[in-house]
């Protein structure tokens, strides 16, 4: 099945401790991004990936780095995380720029 | 001012009523322009998308944009139980632009009440 899993898919921590948020797809696609959701704001973008090592800021990336050292695998770090990156983050791919994007399920971060 | 406005609802309507969902943007360069819907606790998956002005029709979704008044809209047909969820708007220059971003509205929470 066609698909972009995330994980974990909620994650409770605490300010200052570094944590990853893993990234996969299995359609073969070259871009992928990270967006955050949050109440009032709708979805806006972190990082994007255009392809393997590259990768570029979005409209809100402090605070927050990426790699993309697979074209599979599109995992978003917090070096140190605050209380707002309390959020809810997507994961999405497309095939190419001009195509739909496919999002993940989700992962729900609070931290305290 | 948001590049994107969309009313958060919620809308409750009964089944079978026309469902209009309606956003507003500012920026005259988007071109393409999405519908995406929610359930809860998972992503967003894509329904409808057009290019520049028109109608798009898929069943019972009717995909509406204006861009003379920077407005598009879409209409739910026949709503059922199973079309309760958040429909986000969400549009582009160039389906993404340059970094491959979409530009979203809040969403609006839908219930369709049996």
């Known amino acids: 099945e066609a698909q972009v899993t995330q994980n974990p898919r909620y994650l409770i921590t605490v300010t200052g401790k570094k944590l990853t948020v893993t990234c996969s797809q299995n359609m073969n696609h070259e871009y992928m991004s990270w967006y955050r959701q949050d109440p009032g704001l709708g979805l806006r973008q972190i990082y994007y990936?255009?392809?393997?090592?590259?990768?570029d800021k979005g409209d809100v990336p402090e605070g927050y780095k990426v790699s993309r050292k697979e074209k599979r695998n599109f995992p978003l770090i917090l070096e140190s995380p605050s209380p707002n990156q309390t959020s809810l983050y997507f994961c999405?791919?497309?095939?190419?720029?001009?195509?739909?994007?496919?999002f993940g399920p989700g992962t729900r971060l609070t931290v305290l | 001012q948001k590049e994107v406005e969309q009313d958060p609802g919620p809308l409750s309507v009964p089944e079978g009523a026309i469902v209009s969902l309606n956003c507003t943007y500012s920026n005259s360069a988007f071109q393409y322009f999405m519908w995406y819907r929610q359930y809860s606790r998972k992503g967003p998956e894509l329904l409808m998308y057009?290019?520049?002005?028109g109608n798009k029709e898929d069943g019972r979704f009717t995909a509406q944009v204006d861009k003379s008044s920077k407005y598009i809209s879409l209409f739910i047909r026949d709503s059922q139980p199973s079309d309760s969820a958040t429909y986000l708007c969400a549009m582009s220059d160039l389906y993404g632009g340059a970094t491959n971003k979409l530009i979203f509205g809040t969403g609006t929470l839908l219930a369709v009440q049996p």
């Open positions: 057009t290019y520049s002005s």
């Open positions: 999405a791919s497309s095939i190419k720029r001009t195509s739909e994007q496919f």
């Open positions: 990936s255009m392809n393997v090592e590259v990768t």
